[in-house]
């Protein structure tokens, strides 16, 4: 009976790599991010802004599957389909805006996600080759037009956005786009670069692992290069005028995150630097490289496994095929009238309900309820599309 868990054409490795992507973001947002002495942990400085990073690349990995897979539009009506998505990017963005007025002590990046998604539609026609030159491009040009606009915009706020926000519509709209913690300008390169991926044949093991090889290949240049770059007492002087600082002292200040962009304002040199979330080149790059190990590590493992290997996988991971909920669910567990700050097993806890739930959804072919809600206009277009077509 279990055999049956893993539906035809179904890309098990995605669901996994989104639940690591979940329990990744858990991690940085439960444990402690450095250690006694002050060194940044090993879970930081692990999933420290890459969590979040493959979270952004599958997103576009299912807007592709969503709108075709391989064959944009395929087997469907372009218009109704975009419709359908840009009705659950809104519909993502308001459950966001719902979450951002609890106290959660969390940058909620659902808000941000669901605009990421709209600025994500209108590149859904084309191919995987022309996707993944144009997230190249993107890479290089959209940090440098964030640091140039952000001196011009609103202040931005700290804040996760809420529905009060929507008082100060160009405030919140600069936060989302530029200046907030998860800049959906900037951080389109990281959804193109997923769309891109969606649209190639990702069944079997060979491609998936070239894709960890290329992605390994593509972190490892991006943070030396930077590196090699920051070495530079020029730079290192621009990044950090108050005191003189080593190389290794100023890796250790850039290990903190940057909460979403570089310093507003600040030198063009920050533009050279590896931290998370901070939205540079070469940030944006390791992300991506991150991504696709992790993405193709998983699908590959996933096919090379006998079948009741997958199906075990598939119930393992049941919590990456319902993401939204379960992200939902533990920014609620974070705040102090659900779960108790300061608690020694919190993460253990965390980590238990989630993926407790989403194996009890696997094995019980369920929808997650917000999965459901937010997909529910595109069902309901394709359904009136068939109706018509009778």
């Given at each position: 009976?279990l ?94 805006l719902?979450?951002g ?5 969390l ?5 941000y ?24 491009g993107?890479?290089?040009a959209?940090p ?6 952000r ?7 700290y ?27 900037p ?9 891109a ?48 600082l ?22 063009w ?13 070469f ?40 993401t939204l909920?379960l992200?939902s669910?533990?920014a ?9 700050t ?7 806890w ?8 989403g194996a ?31």
């Amino acid at each position: 009976m279990l055999s049956r868990l893993v539906r035809p054409g179904r890309l098990v490795g995605i669901d996994v790599a989104r639940a690591i992507a979940l329990v990744g973001m858990i991690a940085t947002h439960v444990l402690d991010g450095r250690t006694a002495t002050g060194e940044l942990t090993f879970v930081q400085e692990l999933a420290g802004g890459r969590a979040s990073a493959l979270f952004a690349v599958l997103a576009g990995v299912s807007l592709a599957l969503l709108s075709g897979g391989t064959e944009p539009f395929r087997d469907r009506e372009p218009a109704r389909t975009v419709l359908g998505l840009a009705a659950r990017a809104v519909l993502i963005a308001l459950i966001g805006l719902a979450l951002g007025e609890l106290e959660t002590g969390l940058a909620i990046i659902l808000a941000y996600y669901g605009v990421l998604f709209l600025l994500g539609l209108p590149f859904l026609a084309l191919r995987a080759r022309s996707l993944a030159l144009l997230a190249a491009g993107w890479v290089v040009a959209a940090p440098a037009v964030s640091h140039l606009v952000r001196p011009e915009l609103p202040p931005r706020s700290y804040d996760s956005p809420d529905f009060e926000r929507l008082a100060e519509p160009g405030r919140l709209l600069a936060d989302l786009l530029l200046t907030g913690y998860y800049p959906a300008v900037p951080w389109l390169g990281y959804l193109l670069a997923g769309i891109a991926l969606g649209r190639i044949d990702l069944r079997g093991w060979r491609v998936p692992l070239g894709l960890a090889a290329s992605g390994a290949g593509l972190a490892i240049l991006a943070t030396t290069a930077s590196r090699m770059l920051t070495a530079s007492v020029e730079v290192r002087q621009s990044i950090h005028p108050f005191a003189p600082l080593s190389h290794d002292e100023l890796l250790k200040v850039l290990g903190e995150s940057q909460h979403g962009a570089t310093p507003t304002g600040g030198p063009w040199q920050w533009l050279l630097v590896v931290s998370p979330h901070s939205a540079t080149p070469f940030d944006l790059a390791q992300g991506i490289g991150s991504a696709l190990v992790v993405i193709g590590l998983a699908l590959a493992i996933a096919d090379v496994l006998p079948s009741p290997g997958t199906t075990a996988l598939a119930v393992a991971g049941g919590a990456g095929a319902m993401t939204l909920t379960l992200y939902s669910l533990h920014a609620v567990m974070k705040t102090p009238t659900v779960w108790p700050t300061e608690q020694p097993d919190t993460f253990v806890w965390h980590l238990v309900v989630v993926l407790g739930i989403g194996a009890g959804f696997a094995v019980s072919g369920q929808r997650g309820p917000l999965e459901a809600l937010v997909g529910w206009p595109g069902r309901a277009l394709r359904r009136s599309t068939a109706d018509s077509t009778r």
